[in-house]
């Protein structure tokens, strides 16, 4: 049996185990990178070799950067800061608001921390508009739109993170705002919904009663010393300054905000380690290796030029192409994470960039976009799945999500190409 052989039955079985869902997403990934080495796919350095690679250590400092943001209270205080007259003068004015900053943010931070703290945000700003706004208007924007907006940055999420090491472990740049054009004209449209017909939606279909919460969501930082939040922010926003001039490569602007951090005791050592997502690190480095197994065995090539021919072979157009394999993405994250879409598409959409010889990131950028727009289930995201506790039934994402989703789709095939030439 050739190597290409091997490696195609590899894949498929980590399809199989990822679809079913019964082991953690980086145990699969483990599997994956191991198989490709002991079954001589690759040379055995490679099933580890990803995990010291640039794209994962700075996807790794730069959780722990953001989670600081949290951790000191500076995304928290910020928020009160910015939304509390508003609670008390319009609903519709804080969702839109609420909707834009989340969506803002989360490109600077990741998804899912930006989910869990405007949580108790949200529950806060209801308590203190004396009735005049619902926590679940609140909440659902947050879901949606926190991973909507995770595009904007390599760090918004671990779906993109890992989308975008695969890329460019295949030989392609990707800047730390490289799809943040399109990302960004996403955010407004996702803020103009909810401002105008995802409202009405949400006031019309959320007929429960508002969700009550534990008094212990609220995150106290009254006896964190001022210093700390206001020297995090500072070193995020010179590391983000880092990321924008490339000064150094983004490994090591981060690792210099992380030994700042560390060594000024802003962050607790323990404390961000225990938060930075070592399963996201996981994955990135063993999808990494599992995507150079189907490329150094010609596999990748071989199921390349198979989808090809579906779509007509040479002639086939390569603008059609992307929008099936962005759909495949979105479609899939609906039912399953995002994270282990983009690890199934984005290989087989790198493989069919290189057979047509055209602009990887014409393919693959769309489809990290696509399943970060997959919100028409709870399922897609770690951030859809936090703001559960709004007392959402699936029927209420389909509702609000299905309108956004399409309406997302349609901007993002029609700006493609003039953000990513082919």
């Not at 951790?71 to 007259?85: D, N, S, V, W």
């Not at 806060?124 to 949606?144: I, T």
């Not at 007392?391 to 309406?407: E, H, M, N, Q, T």
């Amino acid at each position: 049996m050739d190597q290409s052989t091997i490696a195609i039955i590899i894949l498929v079985i980590t399809m199989i185990l990822v679809v079913i869902d019964r082991l953690p997403l980086a145990v699969t990934a483990l599997f994956a990178s191991v198989a490709m080495s002991i079954f001589g796919v690759q040379p055995l350095k490679d099933a580890y070799a990803y995990y010291g690679s640039k794209t994962v250590v700075f996807v790794g400092a730069t959780m722990i950067i953001c989670n600081g943001l949290f951790q000191t209270g500076a995304i928290q205080r910020l928020t009160h800061t910015l939304f509390g007259k508003l609670a008390k003068k319009s609903e519709r004015g804080l969702v839109a608001a609420f909707s834009l900053f989340t969506g803002l943010i989360t490109g600077f931070t990741t998804n899912s921390a930006i989910a869990a703290t405007m949580v108790p945000v949200a529950r806060s700003l209801a308590e203190s508009s004396d009735g005049n706004v619902k926590a679940k208007h609140l909440l659902m924007p947050v879901g949606l739109m926190s991973t909507i907006g995770s595009p904007l940055s390599l760090s918004g999420s671990g779906a993109v993170a890992l989308g975008a090491a695969m890329v460019i472990e295949a030989g392609t740049d990707m800047s730390y705002f490289h799809m943040a054009g399109i990302a960004i004209i996403m955010i407004v449209l996702g803020t103009l919904y909810f401002a105008t017909i995802g409202y009405d939606i949400m006031k019309k279909s959320f007929d429960f009663e508002d969700p009550q919460f534990e008094a212990s969501e609220e995150v106290s930082n009254h006896n964190i010393p001022r210093w700390k939040p206001v020297l995090t922010t500072l070193v995020f926003i010179i590391v983000i300054i880092g990321f924008i001039t490339g000064t150094w490569d983004l490994a090591i602007c981060s690792i210099l905000g992380v030994l700042v951090l560390w060594a000024t005791n802003a962050v607790n050592i323990k404390e961000s380690l225990k938060t930075c997502n070592w399963n996201v690190i996981i994955v990135m480095a063993g999808v990494s290796s599992m995507a150079n197994g189907l490329k150094v065995s010609g596999a990748g090539q071989v199921m390349a030029d198979w989808i090809i021919n579906l779509f007509g072979g040479e002639t086939a157009s390569v603008f059609v192409v992307m929008v099936a394999l962005s759909i495949v993405g979105w479609f899939l994250s609906q039912f399953m994470s995002n994270t282990a879409a983009n690890a199934i598409v984005v290989p087989m959409a790198i493989s069919m960039a290189v057979a047509l010889n055209i602009n990887l990131l014409y393919f693959c950028a769309p489809i990290i976009i696509a399943t970060s727009i997959a919100i028409t289930t709870p399922l897609a995201s770690p951030t859809t799945v936090i703001v559960m506790q709004g007392g959402f039934r699936f029927k209420d994402f389909v509702k609000v999500g299905v309108p956004l989703s399409i309406a997302l789709l349609a901007v993002l095939f029609t700006l493609v190409p003039f953000f990513f030439a082919a």
